[in-house]
C-alpha cells in the first residue's frame, strides 16, 4: 500500500530555488535513505513534508489522502497543519530533550497534551497517563533504554538522549518518521547504538525516511536510496543499484567523494 506520496514540490528562498521538483512515492513499511551534499535540499525537503516549512508548488498525499497541496497553501489553519503534522515524526540532529524533564516526562509529554482534555472526569485522566507511561515504557525498551526512565538528559550520553528523542517521537504514534542525520552531532562510537535502534524499527516495519551520510547504513538499512542533487532527485533505487550500479555520472562521483568503496 502507498503510505506517502510526493509529487513535485518545488521550495524558494528568496531566489535561490532549493527544491526544484520532487517526486516520490513510499510503500508502507518501506525505509529510504536520502543521500546528496550539503546544501542540495535534504533537510528542506524533509521540513516541507513536516510543515516546518510550506512548500511553493506540489502535494503531499498520505495513506491515499491528500493532507497538502501547495495550490490551497493559504486556506490551510494552523490548528489544520498542526494535525497533519502527527502523521510525521522528526528526529533531529540535535535531540532537543527538555533538560528539565526527565526521560520518562519527555516521552509522555506531548501525547498528554494531546489527549487529555482539561473537562474529562479525573479517573479518565488517569487511565489515559498511565497508558501513555505504560507505552512510554514499551518503547523505551525498544530503543534498549528501560533502566533509564527517570534520568534527565544532563546524565545521558549523546546516543542515550537521540535514542530518547526516537522513543519521544515514536510515542505520537506517526505514520512515517523522518530522520535528519541523527548520528551527525555523535561521536562515532555513540553512532553505532543509533543505527542500531533504527535498523530494529526497520524489521518492526516501520516507515522511515532517513537522511544519512553514514553511506554503509544507507546501503544496509534502507530499502531503497535517494541521492539528491542541487533541489533534484538525481537518481532512485535499491542499494544495490545506487552503490553497485549508479547511472548517473553525479552519482558516481558523489559516492567516490564520500570514499565509498565500490
Ligand atoms: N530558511 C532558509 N533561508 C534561506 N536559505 C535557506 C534556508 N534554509 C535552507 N536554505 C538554503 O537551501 C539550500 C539547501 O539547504 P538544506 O539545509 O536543505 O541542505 P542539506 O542538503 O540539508 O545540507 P546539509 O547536508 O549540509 O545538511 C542551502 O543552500 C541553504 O543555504
Ligand atoms: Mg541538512
Given at each position: 500500500m502507498t503510505c506517502l506520496e510526493i509529487k513535485n514540490i518545488t521550495k524558494k528562498f528568496g531566489d535561490t530555488k532549493v527544491l526544484r521538483g520532487i517526486s516520490f512515492e513510499m510503500e508502507k513499511g518501506e525505509v529510504i535513505a536520502i543521500i546528496g551534499s550539503s546544501g542540495s535540499g535534504k533537510t528542506t525537503l524533509l521540513r516541507c513534508i513536516n510543515f516546518l516549512e510550506k512548500c511553493d508548488t506540489g502535494s503531499i498525499t498520505v495513506n491515499g489522502t491528500e493532507i497538502y497541496n501547495a495550490e490551497k497553501?493559504?486556506?490551510?489553519?494552523?490548528?489544520?497543519?498542526?494535525?497533519?503534522?502527527?502523521?510525521?515524526?522528526?528526529?533531529?540532529?540535535?535531540?532537543n530533550l527538555f533538560p528539565q524533564y526527565d526521560v520518562l516526562k519527555n516521552i509522555t509529554l506531548a501525547p498528554e497534551l494531546m489527549?487529555?482534555?482539561?473537562?474529562?472526569?479525573?479517573?479518565?485522566?488517569?487511565?489515559?497517563?498511565?497508558?501513555?507511561k505504560e507505552e512510554a515504557y514499551e518503547l523505551l525498551?525498544?530503543?534498549?533504554?528501560?533502566?533509564?526512565?527517570?534520568?534527565?538528559?544532563?546524565?545521558?550520553?549523546g546516543g542515550q538522549q537521540q535514542r530518547v528523542a526516537i522513543a519521544r517521537a515514536l510515542a505520537m504514534k506517526p505514520q512515517i518518521l523522518c530522520f535528519d542525520e541523527p548520528t551527525s552531532a555523535l561521536d562515532p562510537e555513540l553512532t553505532g547504538e543509533v543505527l542500531k535502534a533504527i535498523k530494529s524499527l526497520r524489521d518492526a516495519g516501520r516507515t522511515m525516511i532517513v537522511v544519512t551520510?553514514?553511506?554503509?547504513?544507507?546501503?544496509?538499512?534502507?530499502?531503497?536510496?535517494?541521492?539528491?542533487?542541487?533541489?533534484?532527485?538525481?537518481?532512485?533505487?535499491?542499494?544495490?543499484?545506487?552503490?553497485?550500479?549508479?547511472?548517473?555520472?553525479?552519482?558516481?562521483?558523489?559516492?567516490?567523494?564520500?570514499?565509498?568503496?565500490?
Open positions: 497553501r493559504d486556506q490551510y489553519s494552523d490548528n489544520y497543519i498542526r494535525k497533519s503534522r502527527l502523521n510525521f515524526g522528526m528526529v533531529f540532529q540535535s535531540f489527549q487529555i482534555k482539561r473537562k474529562m472526569p479525573d479517573t479518565e485522566k488517569k487511565n489515559i497517563r498511565r497508558q501513555i525498551k525498544t530503543v534498549g533504554l528501560s533502566e533509564k526512565a527517570g534520568a534527565y538528559p544532563c546524565e545521558l550520553s551520510h553514514e553511506m554503509e547504513f544507507a546501503k544496509n538499512v534502507a530499502d531503497r536510496v535517494i541521492y539528491m542533487s542541487d533541489g533534484i532527485i538525481e537518481e532512485i533505487g535499491t542499494p544495490q543499484q545506487i552503490f553497485s550500479d549508479a547511472q548517473s555520472e553525479k552519482t558516481r562521483a558523489f559516492l567516490q567523494k564520500s570514499n565509498y568503496e565500490f
